[in-house]
């Protein structure tokens, strides 16, 4: 069994994300995983770093030291978020620029061979899911999956979850909702198995 971490990256009370967050959540909870979960939404939060460089940054609000602490506690990390602009929402964008720093998910005093700080979250690993509108090949083609390797690599992996499985579901605004009820389905089979 394993402590997982679940968090809705919509910025709205109710969402697509939210409906699949809390299907993951319900599933690996019924398989005997222990499971926390945040919802976007519900944290406040200054979403601007607002500073030059990493040697004084803001204190972080309440919210931010839970995202930190539930990220430390857990095993698995799951998230659903969609692309808005081919990126993150602008909330959760400021959520990894406020939380993961210097200190607490990265060592910038100590570096691999190329210079890049080593990450202070390993062991854990990840699955996220992505809703847009775009067709998955278009994504592919048109775009290079950039936000996949945004979240995977730049993100992420930077800090030490890995692997992270990416799921992309979409076309999503106008889904049917025999549609996004197989999305839920496939979404609750993840979940109790952690993945």
Do not use: C
Not at 69 to 98: C, I, N, V, Y
Not at 167 to 192: C, D, F, N, Y
């Amino acid at each position: 069994m394993k402590r997982i971490f679940i968090l809705n990256g919509h910025p709205a009370e109710r969402s697509l994300s939210r409906t699949l967050v809390e299907a993951y959540a319900e599933q690996a909870r019924d398989a005997g995983h222990e499971v926390r979960i945040t919802h976007l939404h519900d944290l406040t939060f200054d979403t601007d770093f607002g500073w030059v460089n990493f040697e004084q940054p803001k204190p972080l609000e309440p919210a931010l030291e839970q995202f930190l602490q539930d990220l430390s506690w857990s095993e698995h990390f799951m998230m659903s978020t969609p692309m808005w602009w081919g990126g993150l929402p602008a909330k959760l964008k400021g959520l990894f620029d406020r939380t993961l720093l210097p200190g607490r998910a990265f060592d910038t005093r100590n570096k691999n061979l190329i210079g890049l700080p080593s990450p202070m979250l390993s062991g854990r690993s990840a699955r996220v899911v992505i809703t847009s509108d775009t067709p998955s090949w278009f994504m592919r083609l048109a775009y290079k999956n950039a936000m996949i390797w945004q979240l995977r690599g730049q993100i992420l992996g930077f800090v030490g979850l890995k692997p992270t499985r990416l799921t992309h579901l979409g076309p999503a605004s106008e889904a049917k909702p025999e549609q996004v009820q197989r999305w839920v389905k496939q979404i609750k089979a993840m979940g109790a198995q952690a993945a």
